[in-house]
């Protein structure tokens, strides 16, 4: 860290001074400043800066690592690095850009012919998907594979005219779809004719990405599984990237996305040779 090795210099915020002469609340104030600027400071500079004993300097920096101020460390104090934000889930998800959604999972819905076998991958966008197809009373004899309970529940209705099969696996609850171990067998004994992906984010360089690494991995295996991959993303999900990396825009034929996309990005996917189709 850029100053742990550098002590400490008295400034007009933060002088040298008896320790009758710093409230205690002030002094604590100025530790956490002075974290805050330097990202890890030594018990021993503390002392000397508010002249004030080793024991006391300890004792405020526990006090304070208890508050969430700082975080007490061997020898001195350092900075509460933010975490990651959390993946939101399932819930959360589908309520944003709902609109946008169900117009993209009509669209896609609307690309499925009779006797065609398709993979359903997780996701709120795909769950909207599940729901067109069974809205289509003209589709018989279709074969659903897929590794999300939502999308599964959402297909009974269309049972007979669909065969629904899930994936084994552990469940994630943050997003009901089932992963690694055992998430894989059935799709690798299989050749589907297309696959519908949901995801985190699709960028032209880093391609389409997730946020989870073992849901990512199933996403790969469902690609190698299918003749024809077609990915959902609202316009908000361009130009994103994730942490887990599950394809090349290459190797994506066909993105359905927004309207609004931007018409640089969707140029260049062109370019890049993956088919857009935006939808109003």
Sequence with gaps: MKEAAAPLAASPASPASPATDVAASVRRDRIVALVLEHEFVRVTDLAEIF??????????LELLDRQGALRRVRGGAMQVKSAPP?????EVALGDSA????????HAAA????GESIIIDTGTTTTFLARALVARSDLSDIVVFTNSLRVAVELEPAIPRFSVLVTGGTLRPVTHSLVDPLGAPMLERIHADTVFLGC????????????????AELKRRMINASQRQIVLADTAKLGRIGLAPICDLPEVNLLITGADAPPDFVTAAREHGTAVDLVT
Excluded: C, M, W
């Design 200 to 215: 985190h984010g699709v960028h032209l360089e880093s391609g389409v990405t997730g946020v989870n690494l073992l849901e």
């Design 111 to 114: 690309l499925v012919s009779d």
């Design 51 to 60: 002249g004030v004993s080793g024991v006391t300097i300890r004792g405020d």
């Design 99 to 106: 609109i946008e959604k169900i117009q993209l999972a009509r």
């Design 86 to 90: 959390a993946e939101p889930s399932y």
